[in-house]
């Protein structure tokens, strides 16, 4: 029997998943830590984390399925949006932390692109728009306000790069992380464009040369590293790519209309298409899989899983003393009580703006809310408003990539840690109309970067990949009564943030 690993870098988790030819996971293991936010709209993390947490994992992995060393092939590595990606120096020392894709601080250098850049020219050469979620404004504050870090820079690297880097000692970017970064990404070329990094003022010797599709071998594995991690020297280490990507793959999202829903931290809503127009709101980047040919072409939410995790920390003390005293998760506890109340939250909706918002608002200011508040209201409303809120703006990135996309699949898979909520799922199918299905594995990212090391060994071959390795389940179907009770809404959810924008604004300047 041979196998394969797969990790996924995540915004506050590693996984690892030590994988057979099949798709059975043999063994896994993850390693938690936390975003640092040292200012308002911040957020940044030093690369040694992940490191550590992917040394932790695989380590794991093989110490735990005492498996042959000899039987492991290959290893591939997905990760989160780095964002700026890493400053290193010559010597591929990170210089300043990652800012990653929840940092919101470069909004003086999205006003200098809109005000000295040919926005038509990045538009049609990028696929992509202008804002503070992009690497490459993140790039232009890094050179604006840390000139020294800037000076000793030799590269930006994505999170993925950079621990391939560390593992083969071969600096090279997946096309995917490449394409995301925004603004110096040539969509139709598959590589830097020259012209826009010199109309930025981003010399193109920061972006590493060697430019790899997702499933192509970046390097055999160190043998200082094999030593620590269980493994054979040699193995060979993937390109690796972004982890929405990646997790769509894992749903066997290889052709053009299939779409997939990942929501974690942040939500990711993305479809496979072969052109892109800037111009829908949405995010593109080569696809993990065919990066050649296919674009990943998602939108999402900053603030998802994150939305109802800051509701409960800090409104739900009671729910998570309760969980202590009996062992129960205390998202159960609460999700029980908002099942008894009507779609709707009886008049109450949430806009999930909590770190500002990426597509299709592109408001880095925009702020959250709560709408239609009384005395009648408990918290049991607020948290199903909240995850109404989530699912509206999921809906609206829909409506705007339905605009590009040739077709969609009547169909809506989710991935990610909502997954768990039978009450989110019901919320997600009556929002959007369309059946939800869940992956059974519940281990997305890793799972697709397993995949895509089982491929490029030959351990899956082409109609594998196509069909993936999941098992789906249907688990919830639209609800005539409350689709049309969400459709009302969704229109009021709709119009808020332009009817509010103004207040945000001037909330966010004080």
Not at 34 to 53: C, N, Y
Not at 341 to 362: I, K, N, Q
Not at 414 to 443: C, K, N, R
Request: net charge negative; proline share 4%.
């Amino acid at each position: 029997m041979e196998y394969v690993i797969g990790v996924d870098i995540g915004t506050q988790s590693t996984k690892a998943l030590l994988v057979d030819g099949q798709g059975r996971i043999v063994a896994q293991h993850s390693h938690s830590y936390k975003v640092d936010t040292p200012r308002p709209r911040w957020a940044e993390q030093w690369p040694q984390v992940w490191l550590d947490a992917v040394e932790i994992c695989i380590a794991a992995c093989v110490r735990d399925s005492a498996v042959p060393r000899d039987s492991i092939k290959s290893l591939c590595v997905s990760s989160l949006y780095g964002g700026s990606g890493i400053a290193v120096d010559a010597q591929i020392k990170a210089l300043y932390p990652c800012l990653i894709w929840m940092d919101r601080r470069a909004e003086e250098q999205v006003e200098w692109v809109k005000d000295h850049v040919d926005l038509e020219r990045l538009y049609a050469i990028t696929g992509n728009g202008v804002d503070s979620y992009y690497g490459f404004t993140k790039m232009l504050w890094l050179r604006d306000k840390q000139p020294q870090v800037w000076r000793d820079t030799r590269y930006l690297l994505p999170p993925n790069s950079y621990i391939n880097y560390c593992l083969t000692g071969e600096v090279a970017v997946d096309h995917s992380s490449a394409g995301n970064i925004g603004g110096v990404y040539d969509v139709a070329s598959r590589g830097w464009s020259v012209e826009m990094l010199d109309a930025l003022g981003i010399p193109p010797s920061m972006m590493p040369e060697r430019l790899v599709h997702s499933g192509e071998v970046v390097g055999g594995l160190l043998e200082g590293w094999a030593e620590r991690l269980g493994l054979n020297a040699g193995i060979s280490v993937l390109g690796g790519g972004v982890d929405a990507a990646m997790a769509t793959f894992a749903a066997g999202v290889t052709q053009a209309g299939n779409h997939v829903a990942m929501i974690g931290t942040s939500m990711c809503w993305g479809y496979i298409n072969q052109q892109v127009d800037a111009r829908h709101g949405l995010v593109s980047f080569p696809h993990v899989f065919n990066g050649a040919k296919d674009l990943y072409i998602f939108g999402g939410a900053i603030t998802a899983g994150a939305s109802v995790s800051w509701f409960r920390e800090q409104f739900c003390q009671a729910e998570e003393q309760q969980g202590r005293e009996t062992g129960e998760d205390s998202h159960a506890i609460l999700e029980r009580a908002a099942s008894t109340l009507p779609a709707g939250s009886e008049g109450l909706l949430f806009l999930p703006y909590l770190m500002g918002e990426r597509s299709p608002v592109w408001d880095a200011k925009a702020s959250g809310s709560f709408v239609g508040l009384n005395l009648f209201h408990s918290r049991n409303h607020l948290y199903r408003a909240v995850l109404e809120g989530v699912t509206f703006a999921l809906r609206h990135n829909i409506e705007a990539g339905t605009r590009g996309a040739q077709s969609l699949d009547p169909r809506l898979i989710v991935v990610g840690g909502a997954s768990h909520s039978d009450l989110w799922m019901q919320i997600i199918a009556d929002v959007t109309g369309f059946p939800v299905y869940t992956i059974v594995q519940e281990v997305e990212a890793a799972l697709g970067a397993a995949l895509l090391a089982a491929h490029a060994v030959g351990l899956v071959d082409e109609d594998q990949v196509h069909k993936g390795w999941v098992e789906l389940r249907l688990r919830a179907e639209p609800q005539a009564q409350n689709v049309a009770v969400y459709s009302r809404l969704f229109a009021d959810y709709v119009a808020l943030y332009p009817a509010l924008k103004p207040i945000m604004h001037r909330l966010q300047e004080a």
